[in-house]
Nanobody, 115 residues
Framework: QVQLVESGGGLVQPGESLRLSCSAS????????MGWYRQAPGNTRDLVAA???????NYADSVKGRFTISRDNAKKTVFLQMNSLKPEDTAVYFC?????????WGQGTQVTVSS
């Protein structure tokens, strides 16, 4: 059974940092493209950052230069380092594992940026 478990969310003030983690089980982790998505109330679930099997990354324009995605294949974990957080980063952040014919999601972790 595939499980993706996110952690690290919370309430922070603008300008502060958070590091999200997503631990995977039940998958051959290094065969999956891993991604972080986010969804604010009333909005669609949008890609924040993704990292391929080979380590290539891509980011939403709104987070470039502030967020960094990384992966530790040995620990089956993907990370999202979020710096210089803004109120508009407030959302539920979801971890995603994807390969052909396989797509899995975590339950999400809330990130709230507010003064």
């Amino acid at each position: 059974q595939v499980q993706l478990v996110e952690s690290g969310g919370g309430l922070v003030q603008p300008g502060e940092s958070l590091r999200l983690s997503c631990s995977a089980s039940g998958v051959i982790f290094n065969m999956y493209r891993m991604g972080w998505y986010r969804q604010a109330p009333g909005n669609t679930r949008d890609l924040v950052a993704a990292i391929t099997i080979g380590g290539r990354t891509n980011y939403a324009d709104s987070v470039k230069g502030r967020f960094t995605i990384s992966r530790d294949n040995a620990k089956k974990t993907v990370f999202l380092q979020m710096n210089s957080l803004k109120p508009e980063d407030t959302a539920v952040y979801f971890c995603n594992a994807n390969r052909i014919l396989h797509d899995y999601w975590g339950q999400g972790t809330q990130v709230t940026v507010s003064s």
